[in-house]
């Protein structure tokens, strides 16, 4: 989904839609960042009703209940990159996009079930940051060849997927 910015550069640059600045945060802060972000997606996911958690608000704009999957599989997947970026030198690794079938399932899931997985994942994710050692920061990974991603690029990525998109889906983006 393109907002219109080019979203390798939050490795460097804050979001000019929500305002996060990951990259000027100690990197390691990055972990507890990404498990701050997962408190706020529980709170929002178990209080929100679920008939608006489902709704897509407008054509090609998912509710808030695939943001919240789609936060889950972006802490995963980071978290997955930055192992094989420390592990391998300069791999590459594709853009990620579930594709529409499963988009739609992402909406059948359970809010509270949702929510316990952003929670894991972003422990995982902070585990994972925890063990770095000072050279792994700035190992790097391609994406499609073209985007090239620091291991802290790709944390900052991951915390501001959670934060961004909780800001989409409780539309307090718009707001700003």
């Not at 305002?19 to 929100?48: C, H, I, K, N, Y």
């Not at 608006?52 to 704009?61: H, S, T």
């Not at 079930?113 to 972003?122: F, G, K, L, T, Y």
Request: overall charge negative; proline content about 6%; aromatic content about 8%.
């Amino acid at each position: 989904m393109s907002e219109g910015w080019e979203w390798v550069r939050i490795q460097k640059d804050p979001c000019p839609q929500c305002g996060q600045d990951p990259a000027s945060a100690p990197v390691r802060s990055l972990g507890a960042m990404g498990r701050d972000e997962s408190v706020a997606w529980g709170t929002f996911l178990l209080a929100a009703d679920d008939t608006y958690l489902r709704a897509n608000p407008a054509a090609g704009v998912w509710s808030p209940l695939q943001y919240g999957v789609h936060v889950r599989d972006m802490l995963r997947v980071f978290g997955d990159r930055i192992l094989l970026a420390v592990s391998e030198d300069n791999p590459s690794v594709p853009w990620f996009d579930p594709g529409e079938e499963e988009w739609r399932r992402y909406n059948e899931m359970n809010p509270g079930d949702v929510a316990s997985d952003i929670d894991r994942q972003a422990e995982r994710l902070a585990a994972i940051l925890h063990d770095r050692h000072e050279e792994d920061w700035i190992r790097t990974a391609m994406r499609d060849g073209v985007d090239r991603f620091t291991v802290t690029g790709m944390a900052c990525f991951a915390v501001h997927e959670a934060h961004h998109h909780l800001l989409d889906a409780n539309g307090q983006l718009n707001a700003l």
